[in-house]
């Protein structure tokens, strides 16, 4: 049980740090077009 836990907590890690990498790029564009 303990290990299907831990593999759970790592996607999750995973799934955030792909989503906020993603939401950051996102807003960095935006910026860069408003430049424009």
């Not at 740090?17 to 564009?29: A, M, N, P, W």
């Amino acid at each position: 049980m303990g290990s299907s836990y831990t593999v759970m907590f790592a996607n999750l890690v995973i799934w955030a740090g792909i989503f906020l990498f993603l939401f950051r790029l996102d807003k960095k564009v935006s910026d860069l077009e408003k430049r424009k």
